[in-house]
């Protein structure tokens, strides 16, 4: 798989300074933007890991609460993605013991369309190789693929250097592409 595959998505632009701090104010208009700019990517980062929508969404409810309340503590250091995210990745810790979960990166209203261009053998490989995978690469393909985060911000999350993390994402995707192509053959 080429390199330049796993570097077209763009990050996500950062919340500007100033809509967090009316946030913290609490001003609706500025809740409402942040709400806009992660509710879709939160959802799909919980679906990823739990496989259905009432816990999905349930699970995107508690962060936004978790959010509303720890605004107040939040320090600016240009990385709200990566806090936002920490903040989700907390809830699901919390309640992952009473989840059923269901290990796919495939979103349910995309599933037809794949089947159209996939078939059902490479898609089942696919979701075998992707079990097979240990948390933490999961993790790192859920949060770069699913939560949208940029290498940076994914980096900040996790504690490590953005090139660390460009490097592991590709030494998976290029491990996947591998097992996938001998496996076709």
């Known amino acids: 798989m ?11 632009p950062e919340i500007d300074v100033s809509v967090i701090a009316a946030a913290v104010r609490g001003e609706q ?3 409402a ?13 919980f679906y990823s890991r739990v496989g259905n929508v009432a816990d999905a969404e349930d699970l995107c409810g508690q962060t936004f609460l978790g959010l509303l309340e720890a605004l107040p ?6 990385r709200f993605t990566a806090w936002v995210f920490q903040i989700a990745h907390h809830h699901y810790r919390r309640h992952r ?3 059923t979960v269901d290990e796919t990166l495939i979103d349910p209203r995309a599933g037809r369309l794949l089947e159209n261009v996939i078939d059902d053998q490479a898609l089942d490989k696919l979701r075998r190789l992707f079990t097979a995978l240990d948390e933490d690469e ?3 393909l859920r949060l770069r ?24 994402v590709q030494r998976i995707l290029s ?11």
């Open 2 to 12: 080429p390199e330049t595959e796993i570097n077209t998505m763009d990050a996500q």
């Open 145 to 168: 693929f699913v939560g949208e985060l940029s290498f940076v911000e994914i980096g900040a999350l996790l504690g490590r250097k953005e090139d660390a993390v460009r490097k592991s």
């Open 29 to 31: 208009a500025a809740l």
């Open 138 to 140: 999961r993790e790192l």
């Open 97 to 99: 013991a009473t989840l």
């Open 33 to 45: 933007v942040i709400y806009d700019a992660y509710a879709r990517r939160l959802y799909r980062y």
């Open 175 to 185: 491990r996947l592409y591998g097992q996938m192509e001998v496996r076709n053959v």
């Open 73 to 78: 503590r939040y320090r600016h250091r240009g």
